[in-house]
Nanobody, 129 residues
Framework: QSRMVESGGGLVKPGESLQLTCTGPGLALGVFALAWFRQAPGKKREGILCLGGMEKGTTTYYQGSLKDRFIVSRDTSKRAVFLQMNNLEPDDTAIYYC????????????????????WGQGTQVTVSA
């Protein structure tokens, strides 16, 4: 089955920005809900936010504290979803994953990983001076 592919990670300094990209070969990224998760070293994976599919393109933030710094957007012409991360902090260091639902345009109210059937392998983001 197709997998999601994340890109754009790297090493940045505190206060800098990064934009991650999620693409899904063979998948209609504009149709179904898609979420970003992250897993910091030694910690459990956590949900960041979810972008609803199609006209339900509202963003559900699972981490309210990130609302002012992390912004998600979609470009259906490029079959891509972007995660813009601003003013990065060392605590943002993690592997970032995107995951999509296969049959639903709706975001679950909680970051239920089981609700997202197709995942990528993640991209490493390191924030360090």
């Amino acid at each position: 089955q197709s997998r999601m592919v994340e890109s754009g990670g790297g090493l940045v300094k505190p206060g800098e920005s990064l934009q991650l990209t999620c693409t899904g070969p063979g998948l209609a990224l504009g149709v179904f809900a898609l979420a970003w998760f992250r897993q910091a070293p030694g910690k459990k994976r956590e949900g960041i936010l979810c972008l609803g599919g199609m006209e339900k393109g509202t963003t559900t933030y699972y981490q309210g504290s990130l609302k002012d710094r992390f912004i998600v957007s979609r470009d259906t012409s490029k079959r891509a979803v972007f995660l813009q991360m601003n003013n990065l902090e060392p605590d943002d260091t993690a592997i970032y994953y995107c995951a999509t639902r296969r049959q639903s345009t709706r975001c679950p109210p909680d970051p239920d990983e089981q609700a997202f059937e197709i995942w990528g392998q993640g991209t490493q983001v390191t924030v360090s001076a």
